[in-house]
């Protein structure tokens, strides 16, 4: 509640035209996730971030749809950091030489997991106006990762006894935007994942953002880009997914 006050009473009231909030949910069980989503919604909040599932478990659980089917009927997006913390396998300290690979392939190698996840559960035909965000995910990955999981899903739905109404591809079209902050691979292939599902991120102030030359670099990796999908990567996805007023107009076409 601390962080939560602090983002939107004071981060966020230096510009409030031009900063909202996200709402760190509490991991301490569904009611209180619940109850803390709603107070930060009356307090101006947009969206929210999980590090856990609702319930606390290493699994979705049908637990879980309570918060999911909150959180959607408040229109408040969830925000997922590249990973959900489970305890059966605690985060690991990477030191070395394998943490530049950790830190440069988190997204790839981890967030897909929790996306099948998500996507295998039925949540999304239970809470059909779900939106998910995967922070920090990148996108390149998304269009052979989404082709093998429909493959597999296939291949494999009637022994393993999962039943969906369509291909899980469909459920991230509809469901999901991942951002990225450099990914020129992502931005070749934003037709096969979906022009809608990927966000330019800036991750400023962190160290990973490229301020100063943010823009010097945004337009290097989306010089092909037409002007109406640059404003959709950079802007527009995100206007339409916190229904934010616009501060500028779309292009023409």
Not at 96 to 120: D, K
Not at 126 to 133: D, G
Not at 221 to 230: I, K
Request: glycine content about 6%; overall charge negative.
């Amino acid at each position: 509640q601390a962080y939560n006050d602090y983002m939107h009473k004071e981060f966020c009231a230096a510009d409030p035209d031009r900063l909202f909030s996200l709402a760190q949910m509490p991991n301490l069980g569904v009611d209180e996730m619940i109850a803390e989503a709603q107070r930060c919604k009356e307090m101006g909040a947009r969206g929210v971030i999980i590090t856990t599932w609702p319930s606390g478990g290493d699994d979705l659980v049908p637990e879980d749809d309570r918060f999911f089917e909150a959180v959607s009927e408040m229109k408040m997006p969830v925000s997922i950091h590249i990973s959900i913390r489970r305890k059966r396998s605690p985060r690991a300290v990477i030191e070395g030489p394998a943490a530049i690979g950790n830190m440069a392939l988190a997204g790839m190698l981890t967030f897909p997991q929790i996306l099948c996840e998500l996507i295998m559960s039925g949540l999304f035909e239970r809470v059909p106006q779900l939106k998910v965000v995967g922070v920090e995910t990148d996108v390149g990955w998304v269009p052979t990762a989404l082709e093998q999981v429909d493959n597999f899903y296939w291949r494999n739905r009637t022994h393993t006894g999962l039943e969906l109404r369509h291909l899980p591809s469909h459920y991230f079209h509809e469901h999901f935007v991942c951002t990225f902050i450099q990914d020129h691979v992502g931005v070749r292939n934003r037709y096969q994942v979906g022009v809608a599902n990927m966000a330019w991120s800036t991750d400023y102030p962190h160290h990973g953002c490229d301020w100063p030359y943010s823009r010097k670099v945004v337009n290097e990796m989306l010089r092909d880009v037409p002007a109406d999908e640059r404003y959709a990567i950079c802007a527009g996805n995100m206007v339409r997914l916190y229904d934010l007023p616009q501060a500028f107009p779309a292009p023409g076409p």
